[in-house]
């Protein structure tokens, strides 16, 4: 599909009067009234400051807000807030809706189309639902792409020791092991990339796949890594906790379908066995913070040890038996003695995303399987991490992703016998 015939009349006149940028910044917001004017305004001002003499363009793309976006974008754009900052070149100013039925892979398509368009250089992509945005986070998201050649650039965050557990035990040890590069941010809301990319992107068959619905993100983090792309990924500093309108279920399934998903269209390029290469990274490659916080262990167990009851025929079908039979022990145990160790985590991740590629079971009814141990895996987390500070969560996280490359041939294996070994 063309970005032509992909794109909106109206748009595509926009895009027309803007004519060849070298920088675009893409805001993507939905029902974000009272953070986007911050966002846009931040935006401004980077582009003013930090690329005053390129020809730049804000592109906002909204999903379909109920709630008066489009127009707080449009009053702060309009605002004259950043005039103090004196440009060679007039910033130009882009706004589309791509309906309230949009999802994530529509919004991302968009902005590719419209780099594709434009011809830039180069694009950050940032959330209007930032409740706080640093003009400083766009010039280091962009700056690698624009002033190094890098292809595509990932976000690092200080993140609280109990953020983005899903990320820290999922995403990013099992992206390292198969794709060879240490991203910790696979999953983000900010991230830059060059035109070559976009356009090679826009050019994929996947577009048109259900699976990039749950994972475009990602997709495009994994496709720039197993495509000779270079990429980095630089510092940007604390980012609050994600308040998102999903629930936490809806958003770990979202999350797991769409990686396994990533790993389908990719398997081309990781069966072969890729060896590790060191990521650029600019700052530091993890910060964590332990302010207290509140979290119900006792309930996660409980859901734990009810989900395992409940999914017992399921899990058999997904499962090795001597892994099933573990879970079975653990769902068994108090809360106190309970703990997963990394090994079988490990394993048993490897074991669902092989079951999910032969589809041994609907993949809806596999990915809600997942809730309840992924459920057991942050009580254990929890527990075993309490009282521990950054370094000592960071060897554990080391210990983890060695726990997967130790798997590599066992996943690849197993992936590879679709059907003939069903548990």
Known sequence: MSEESFLPDDLIRQLMSVGEVDVLVAIRSRNDSKTVGAVVRAAEECLLRCFGRQR???????????????????EACQSGGTSEFESLRTLRWVQTNCGSAAGEEILLHTILASVELLRARSCAVVSASLESLDPAWIEALLSPVFRENYDFVAPLYE?????GLL??????????ALYGKAMRELRATEFAFSGRLASHTLARPEWQSEGNQAGAEMWMAITAMSNGFLCCQTFLGHKSRATSSAGVVDMIR??????FWCLETTDSYWLKGVEAEP????GPDHQL???PVRVDRKKLFQMFQA?????????ASILDAETNAEFKRLASLDEHSFQMSNALWART????????????IHRDHLVQAFVPIYRGRVCSFLGQHRSDDSDAIEADLEDLCQEFEKLRAFFAERWSTKGQDEP
Request: aromatic share 8%.
């Open 279 to 282: 990521l650029k990274t600019l």
């Open 56 to 74: 730049a363009v804000l592109v906002h793309v909204d999903a379909g807000s109920r709630d008066g976006t489009p127009q707080a974008a449009r």
């Open 167 to 176: 990320t820290r035990n999922l995403l990013y040890p099992l992206s390292r």
């Open 289 to 291: 913070t332990a302010e």
């Open 159 to 163: 993140r609280h020791k109990f953020d």
């Open 307 to 315: 989900g395992i009851a409940e999914l017992s025929e399921i899990l």
């Open 254 to 259: 979202q999350t797991v379908s769409g990686f």
């Open 349 to 360: 991740i490897l074991e669902f995303a092989a079951a999910y590629h032969r589809s041994v």
